[in-house]
């Protein structure tokens, strides 16, 4: 199998390199022992998902007598990157479940409970059960919310009936869109893809899902009797330009329309009409299959909370942060991991793995009196699936360049089986070394 013009890498060559790509993630790149630093600093983390829990793991190798909490009222972990394939039916939703406290190191408190309140001035965190934390030094890591009410008409009930699917919403939701769109693979029909406004987690899922589907119905020999349009909120198909550029000549080989600056209003599940608002009022369009991905915005507590910027993603509530170090811009002992962040990239999970050694250094940092010395440029990873067996390994950073971890061995916007086996075998296995500190 070739993957450039001079590289050709034999079938057990390319799983080999998987392979040694899940072992690096395991294993995580050599790090120098430094001496734990000895402190009595009350830490408080919001947040038991990627990013929090990658970050309490590495800060209990780091930190000699900290007090550290991780506030999440989650029983349940979820390897988000999953949700796209178990909505297609190539993975079961037990696939992405995994249980909050099988990640946790020792040393560390969970207080199982939704953090309520947070006080940057009295330094307090106030959660659901009624308790009050004083931390010295808090990291913000809620994830983000779907605000599905945002959309007239849907409701979590209607997924998997009436041609209706929601990936994003958790990992039963994605099993029942599979069911959604199973049945308009076979039966064709009209199919419309959507996404948000807002900034959005993984913003290549809308797409991987288009692809999927569009790929699933040709194998059956059904792609004939189904017209599918993708249809966003934005004028280009996505944030990088040499990306966006690819996937409408992809959508363009494929027959995938595309309805640009149409961003959905409401849906009537019963006559399966949906509206969108353009640029020159409202239209409709009908469909037999819909796939519904709603404004996320940050937690009801952050947005509450004075963190969040006062000046753009107003109606977002991003957290208002260095680009570069993640650290509150006006209280300097807090800082912003994950998709919360307020910061132009980063709201995937591979992101969160360049994040967290950044916020990592920096509270070190300010513990220990020294400066910090790394940065985030932005990483952002998306192995855009475009078929079944066959991804794109799309990395990039603040600047759109493209920034590939493999060159000249994987070529990022080349259709390429070891792409699609870096998704489907080796980033689960880098994830789950990541929650444990080790990548």
């Known amino acids: 199998m070739t993957v450039d013009r001079n590289v050709t890498i034999s079938r057990r060559g390319l799983l080999g390199l998987a392979a040694g790509g899940a072992v690096l993630g395991a294993v995580g790149a050599p ?86 309140a947070i006080d940057p001035d009295a330094q307090t965190v106030a959660t659901s059960g009624g308790q009050v934390l004083a931390y010295d030094y808090l990291v913000v890591a809620p994830g983000l919310v779907l605000d599905h009410d945002a959309i007239e008409g849907f409701s979590l009930d209607l997924v998997g009936q009436m041609g209706i699917g929601a990936l994003y919403a958790g990992p039963g939701y994605a099993a029942r869109t599979w069911e959604a769109a199973q049945q308009f693979t076979e039966e064709g029909g009209v199919g419309i893809f959507t996404r948000p406004a807002t900034e959005m987690k993984c913003a290549g899922a809308p797409l991987k899902h288009t692809f999927l589907i569009d790929d ?95 000046d753009k993603w107003t109606d977002q509530g991003w957290v208002e942060c260095d680009m570069a170090t993640l650290r509150h811009l006006r209280y300097g002992n807090i800082w912003a991991l994950g998709d919360v962040a307020g910061v132009p990239k980063g709201k995937t999970a591979a992101s969160v793995k360049w994040q967290v050694p950044v916020v990592e250094d920096g509270l070190v940092a300010a513990i220990a009196g020294t400066e910090p010395v790394e940065t985030y440029n932005g990483y952002t990873s998306c192995p855009m699936i475009t078929r079944v067996g066959r991804a794109m390994l799309v990395e990039f950073d603040y600047n759109n360049d493209l920034v590939p971890s493999f060159p000249g061995i994987i070529a990022p916007l080349e259709e390429l089986w070891i792409s699609w086996l870096m998704k489907e075998v080796a980033l689960k296995a880098t994830y789950n070394a990541m929650l444990r500190g080790r990548a």
């Open 31 to 116: 790090e120098a022992q430094a001496q734990p630093v000895s402190t009595n600093a009350n830490i408080v983390i919001i947040g038991a998902g990627a990013g929090g829990t990658a970050l309490a793991n590495r800060l209990v190798r780091r930190l000699e007598g900290a007090d550290i909490t991780l506030i999440d009222p989650r029983q349940d972990h979820l390897y988000q990157p999953g949700l796209s394939l178990v909505a297609t039916g190539l993975k079961p939703a037990s696939y992405v479940v995994s249980k909050t406290t099988d990640w946790l190191p020792r040393g560390v408190t969970l207080i199982a409970e939704a953090a309520e």
């Open 216 to 310: 699933i119905a040709r194998t059956a020999g059904n792609r004939g009797k189904m017209e599918i349009t993708y249809a966003a909120p934005q004028g280009a198909l996505f944030g990088v330009p040499i990306v966006a550029e690819k996937v409408r000549m992809l959508f363009g080989n494929r027959g995938i329309r595309t309805a640009m600056q149409h961003t959905l209003k409401a849906i009537e599940p019963g006559e399966k009409r949906a509206t969108f608002t353009t640029a020159d009022g409202e239209t409709e369009m009908e469909y037999d299959y819909i796939h519904v991905i709603p404004p996320q915005r940050a937690p009801e507590v952050i947005r509450q909370s004075g963190l969040s910027w006062a």
